[in-house]
């Protein structure tokens, strides 16, 4: 077996996962990714060090084909970092579409679950490994106006507790990291969508993004990089079942837009 750690991260082709699986590949890692946009899979696959996949996580038989490829490739796995989601439809609870209901669940929980599902043969089979969720600050709060985006990230930290209990007599650590909002072009979004659905302007959305934060800031998503490798690091070797923001301290979740 080859000394090199091998990392498998999803959504891995743009934002906070790229970025993971590029500060990875500097420390020396080999990095193989899945992403469901084929033009974000090539891009990223330029960079020496990274391989990947088209998939959707939704897709249990696409997930069960990546492993298949992965195993095809890398002889060890000692670091899945479960990334891939979406951010769901921003409306009040009776006003969500079920069908966005599910797509949300489908890819924010069900997802995660398939691909730690297919990969943990490989972590028992050498009895090592880590498992980082990446959930969200939304995990710890309600979340006015994001019902199926909550609950999944809610969700993600149950499982994450529960994964850790299982796997832990393994050698195996899962712990969930809960970034706050992320400066890139997602929260952007984000608040363009909530912004539409209250009838104010993005200008007091962002205002009360930065004011429920003791911290009064966005993060990057160099520090989701940072805090994934201290996790996967010997650094991290006696830290699981953990759930850890870097969010500057999220204080809540307002619904108050005054």
């Known amino acids: 077996m080859s000394d090199q750690r091998v990392a498998l991260v999803t959504a891995g082709g743009s934002g906070i996962g790229r970025c993971i699986s590029e500060s990875l590949v500097t420390q020396g890692w080999a990095v193989f990714i899945c992403d469901i946009d ?3 899979v090539s891009d990223v696959c330029e960079i020496d060090g990274i391989e990947g996949s088209v ?20 002889e060890r796995l ?14 009040a609870v009776e006003d969500i579409d079920p069908a966005d209901w599910q797509t949300t669940i489908n890819t924010d929980l069900s997802g995660p679950f398939y691909v730690t599902r297919e990969a943990v043969p490989l972590f028992k089979r050498q009895q090592f490994g880590a498992i980082v969720n990446i959930a969200s600050t939304a995990a710890l709060f309600g979340y006015p ?5 909550a609950a999944a990230k809610w969700a993600i930290v149950g499982l994450t507790k529960t994964w850790a209990m ?11 990291i809960c970034p706050g909002s992320v400066n890139g072009e997602r929260i952007e979004r984000v608040m363009t969508n909530d912004a539409a659905e209250r009838g104010v302007s993005i200008d007091k959305i962002r205002a009360t993004y930065v004011r429920q934060v003791s911290m009064r800031t966005f993060v990057d998503a160099e520090e989701i990089a940072e805090m994934v490798s201290f996790l996967a690091d010997e650094t991290g070797k006696r830290i699981s079942g953990q759930i850890i923001a870097v969010d500057g301290h999220t204080e809540g979740l307002s619904n108050d837009f005054e």
């Open 38 to 40: 084929p033009a974000a």
């Open 55 to 74: 998939i959707d996580v939704s897709a249990p038989d696409e997930v069960a084909s990546l492993i298949s490829t992965f195993q095809g490739k890398h």
């Open 78 to 91: 000692d670091l899945l970092i479960n990334n891939a989601g979406i951010a769901g439809p921003t409306a």
């Open 145 to 149: 106006l994001r019902s199926p985006y």
């Open 166 to 176: 299982e796997l832990g007599p393994h050698n195996i650590r899962v712990n969930a």
